[in-house]
């Protein structure tokens, strides 16, 4: 896994090297965002620092992918840089003729060298510690994660998925009473006989519907 926050030190030092005014109150810390899909990066100003951001999706990229995202939101830190302005553009020139980079306003996964995640059609999640454990294909978990524990000890619980191509009938199904998510079931499990014990990964309260 890639180390953001030293990857950060060595783009700031590349920028100065080459006069680019980044700011001196930069979080040293990248913040990953696990949600992020659609973009690999952003930098967002509280209060009087910069915080930078990065996508999950590029833990696992190659370095330069991830140093010339860091360098783009770095430059976005320098005084009238928050958009991709002339001068914007002119930093980036800067990085990416000396360093290599290919700074744009916006880049492919492709071009970033950064796998298609095979979608998730199951989820589970701990009710003790939150760690979500994600499935493509149907397993002895799926369907009966009940009959498991997390390695915390904890209690595993079926999120409120939808199983994609699936064709076999569905026995039995709960459904939650905060955000509609719905759990089906070809058996008979705990969770069907007493949903009243489970909660949805929203914390709402689980009722059986078929």
């Known amino acids: 896994m890639n180390d953001f926050d030293l990857m ?14 980044v ?13 992020a899909v659609r973009r690999f990066g952003c930098c967002k100003k509280q209060g009087e620092t910069y915080i930078i951001e990065l996508s ?4 696992d990229a190659p370095e330069i992918s991830c140093m010339q995202t860091i360098a783009h939101e770095l ?12 001068t914007f553009k002119k930093y980036a020139d800067k990085m990416n003729r000396e ?3 290919e700074i744009s306003r916006t880049n492919s996964r492709e071009n970033m060298g950064v796998k298609e995640k095979t979608p998730c059609r199951y989820l589970i999640i701990c009710q003790k510690c939150g760690k979500r454990i994600e499935r493509v294909k149907r397993s002895p978990l799926v ?8 390695q915390c000890g904890g209690k595993l619980i079926p999120s409120g998925y ?24 070809k058996r008979m499990t705990d969770v069907i006989k007493y949903p009243s014990r489970y909660r949805c990964s ?6 059986r519907i078929k």
């Open 75 to 86: 430059i976005h830190t320098c005084p009238g840089c928050m958009n991709h302005g002339e």
């Open 162 to 185: 939808t199983p994609v191509g699936r064709t076999e009938s569905v026995a039995y199904a709960v459904m939650c009473k905060k955000c509609g998510a719905k759990m089906e079931r």
């Open 99 to 101: 360093y290599g980079y």
């Open 56 to 59: 999950e999706i590029l833990a």
């Open 202 to 207: 929203c914390g709402g309260s689980l009722v």
């Open 143 to 150: 369907d009966d994660p009940s009959a498991y524990r997390c």
């Open 23 to 35: 700011s001196d109150k930069i979080s040293p810390h990248i913040v990953i965002n696990k949600r």
């Open 8 to 21: 950060l030190k060595k783009a700031i030092r590349q920028a100065k090297r080459l006069g680019i005014p």
